[in-house]
């Protein structure tokens, strides 16, 4: 009798199978794909022999779940590894593509001031103002002088 597969080991394995497989692709097309390890090379070796007969994403998810398997098994799985369940949008990452790519966002707006912080100069962090440039470049200009002055 198959023992029944573990859904934590899977989840982690599949979660450390994607990163890696993303880490490593990342690595070989800046030119480190010789520092790999050798599971790296023959993974990456095969997803690129794959790309001449079928499409990237196809390729990609082939890689990824070769290496999910032998990561299941490594860190403890019985048996065959479990189809991963089909992922599906959560509300927090509902903009998110398909394929995983990292889309960037604008930051959002600043809220603009209350009536009574209108003419309020903003504070930096730990509730001090900012010293305004000029004032800087005073104390400097003040130190440069009392320096020659002294020196003399």
């Not at 912080?117 to 504070?123: L, N, S």
């Not at 730990?126 to 002294?150: Q, S």
């Amino acid at each position: 009798m198959a023992a029944k597969p573990s859904t934590t080991i899977a989840r982690r394995a599949r979660t450390r199978a994607e990163a890696d497989f993303a880490t490593w692709l990342m690595m070989a097309k800046l030119g480190s794909f010789d520092t790999l390890p050798e599971n790296a090379q023959k993974v990456l070796n095969g997803y690129r022999e794959r790309l001449d007969r079928m499409s990237e994403i196809e390729s990609k998810t082939i890689a990824v779940r070769e290496t999910y398997q032998a990561y299941y098994s490594d860190m403890g799985g019985a048996g065959d590894a479990p189809e991963p369940e089909p992922r599906t949008p959560s509300a927090e990452h509902g903009d998110m593509a398909v394929d995983n790519v990292v889309r960037f966002q604008k930051p959002p707006k600043p809220q603009p001031a209350r009536s009574a912080d209108r003419g309020a100069r903003p504070t930096a962090p730990g509730g001090r103002k900012p010293i305004p440039a000029l004032l800087i470049f005073a104390a400097l200009v003040a130190v440069v002088v009392a320096w020659k002055f002294l020196t003399r």
